[in-house]
């Protein structure tokens, strides 16, 4: 049986470096980024902490074997060679997906069934199985994914992505996602005591994730995962990293964070979904303009996602808003602001250049995120 296994968090673009300073925050030293995913060595126990704890992360993949392949002889062998029993039980069903760029083997379908055919040959031999496998135990979701033509064996342990936490019941017409709304927070240097307002908040994913990370909060404690069923992962394993993420849960840390949106459905949904998150009245919610923003601490944090204005017709709405909020922040030096937008231009309505930028991508949209520091009082 593993003790120590490969993991791989996949991320968005530009996320990369959230990830893999949240698996050294994990513990886990051995940590190296590629370009959308972050690999690292750990003990099996790592599999239910970092599919609980990883809040950057859209996945947790568990790598079985990485070889090139230029035929499909050697994708086969290559496959079979691996030691697919350590993981796959003997009744374990295990469909193969599959992706390919830039290869020699560029045919996914049959790249899936080859691997498939290889992992089943395998299994029979070292199971001792004359007949088929049945395929009706737990489910491992194998992956085979070449990219110039190198090939990567994984199987998923996550199930449904993690930016599924379990919370959102409602939404808008462009929520967030949970991972990229965790980036956005950790890029600040926001702390759980200090003022935080989100007036943009739509269905509530920026303040509820600032929630959870103010009271340390798993994002996964509410939902399941693929590998919650699986042979090789100790049932002690699972119930120990639950109860590490209760004993790290600080439910008694004060938060002042508040949800503001000009639309009252809005205010509801993110109500209802953090509700949904455990976080019973612990975020203030309101229906307001961001124009009429009023803030009666110093030192606070301002986080957004306001719309972008690609849609004819919005474009010339939106940079007024935009100027409005420049204006508004006038009043409050002390203020960090942290915008998140695919408008190049915002720094010109806003009225001030950014103290920094980033670029991330919003799904498939290109956008920046615009971070102005505050003059601490
Ligand atoms: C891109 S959405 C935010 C999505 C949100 N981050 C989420 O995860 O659901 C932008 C939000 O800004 C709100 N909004 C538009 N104009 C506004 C204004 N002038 N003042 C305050 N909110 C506004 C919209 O109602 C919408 O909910």
Same mark, same amino acid.
């Given at each position: 049986?593993?003790?120590?296994?490969?993991?791989?968090?996949?991320?968005?673009?530009?996320?990369?470096?959230?990830?893999?300073?949240?698996?050294?925050?994990?513990? @886990?030293?051995?940590?190296?980024?590629?370009? %959308?995913?972050?690999?690292?060595?750990?003990?099996?126990?790592?599999?239910?902490?970092?599919?609980?704890?990883?809040?950057?992360?859209?996945?947790?993949?568990?790598?079985?074997?990485?070889?090139?392949?230029?035929?499909?002889?050697?994708?086969?062998?290559?496959?079979?060679?691996?030691?697919?029993?350590?993981?796959?039980?003997?009744?374990? #069903?295990?469909?193969?997906?599959?992706?390919?760029?830039?290869?020699?083997? @560029?045919?996914?379908?049959?790249?899936?069934?080859?691997?498939?055919?290889?992992?089943? #040959?395998?299994?029979?031999?070292?199971? %001792?199985?004359?007949?088929?496998?049945? /395929?009706? %135990?737990?489910?491992?979701?194998?992956?085979?994914?070449?990219?110039?033509?190198?090939?990567?064996?994984?199987?998923? &342990?996550?199930?449904?992505?993690?930016?599924?936490?379990? @919370?959102?019941?409602?939404?808008?017409? !462009?929520?967030?996602?949970?991972?990229?709304?965790?980036?956005?927070?950790?890029?600040?240097?926001?702390?759980?005591?200090?003022?935080?307002?989100?007036?943009?908040?739509?269905?509530?994913?920026?303040?509820?994730?600032?929630?959870?990370?103010?009271?340390?909060?798993?994002?996964?404690?509410?939902?399941?995962? !693929?590998?919650?069923?699986?042979?090789?992962?100790?049932?002690?394993?699972?119930? #120990?990293?639950?109860?590490?993420?209760?004993?790290?849960?600080? @439910?008694?840390?004060?938060?002042?964070?508040?949800?503001?949106?000009?639309?009252?459905?809005?205010?509801?949904?993110?109500?209802?979904?953090?509700?949904?998150?455990?976080?019973?009245?612990?975020?203030?919610?309101?229906?307001?303009?961001?124009?009429?923003?009023?803030?009666?601490?110093?030192?606070?944090?301002?986080?957004?996602?306001?719309?972008?204005?690609?849609?004819?017709?919005?474009? #010339?709405?939106? /940079?007024?808003?935009?100027?409005?909020?420049?204006?508004?922040?006038?009043?409050?030096?002390?203020?960090?602001?942290?915008?998140?937008?695919?408008?190049?231009?915002?720094?010109?309505?806003?009225?001030?250049?950014? &103290?920094?930028?980033?670029?991330?991508?919003?799904?498939?949209?290109? &956008?920046?995120?615009?971070?102005?520091? %505050?003059?601490?009082?």
């Amino acid at each position: 049986m593993a003790s120590n296994v490969t993991l791989i968090a996949t991320a968005a673009m530009g996320i990369e470096a959230f990830v893999a300073r949240e698996v050294k925050d994990l513990g @886990y030293e051995d940590v190296k980024v590629e370009n %959308g995913r972050v690999l690292f060595e750990a003990p099996v126990s790592a599999i239910p902490r970092s599919n609980l704890w990883l809040r950057t992360a859209d996945r947790v993949r568990l790598l079985v074997g990485r070889f090139k392949a230029y035929s499909f002889d050697e994708l086969f062998e290559s496959t079979k060679a691996l030691p697919w029993e350590q993981f796959i039980t003997e009744d374990g #069903e295990f469909p193969v997906i599959g992706k390919s760029v830039k290869s020699k083997l @560029y045919s996914v379908p049959d790249c899936q069934s080859i691997v498939k055919k290889a992992i089943v #040959e395998r299994l029979k031999q070292k199971y %001792g199985v004359a007949s088929i496998l049945k /395929e009706t %135990g737990a489910f491992y979701r194998v992956e085979v994914a070449i990219h110039k033509d190198e090939v990567l064996l994984t199987i998923d &342990t996550s199930g449904s992505g993690l930016h599924k936490r379990g @919370y959102r019941v409602g939404q808008g017409e !462009a929520p967030l996602k949970e991972t990229l709304a965790a980036a956005l927070v950790q890029t600040t240097n926001w702390k759980p005591d200090q003022p935080f307002v989100d007036p943009f908040c739509g269905s509530g994913t920026i303040p509820i994730e600032a929630a959870l990370i103010g009271q340390n909060i798993a994002p996964g404690f509410n939902r399941e995962f !693929a590998s919650e069923n699986w042979n090789f992962i100790q049932d002690s394993h699972w119930d #120990e990293a639950f109860q590490e993420a209760e004993d790290c849960a600080n @439910y008694d840390q004060p938060l002042d964070i508040t949800g503001s949106d000009i639309s009252h459905e809005m205010v509801e949904i993110a109500k209802t979904n953090a509700m949904e998150a455990g976080l019973g009245d612990l975020v203030k919610w309101k229906q307001m303009q961001v124009k009429d923003f009023n803030p009666r601490k110093d030192n606070g944090y301002l986080i957004g996602n306001p719309p972008y204005g690609e849609r004819m017709g919005d474009r #010339e709405e939106v /940079e007024n808003m935009y100027r409005d909020l420049g204006v508004r922040m006038r009043d409050y030096p002390s203020w960090s602001v942290y915008i998140l937008t695919s408008n190049e231009k915002f720094e010109k309505f806003y009225g001030r250049e950014a &103290t920094k930028k980033r670029k991330l991508f919003n799904g498939f949209i290109k &956008t920046d995120y615009y971070q102005f520091f %505050g003059k601490k009082q």
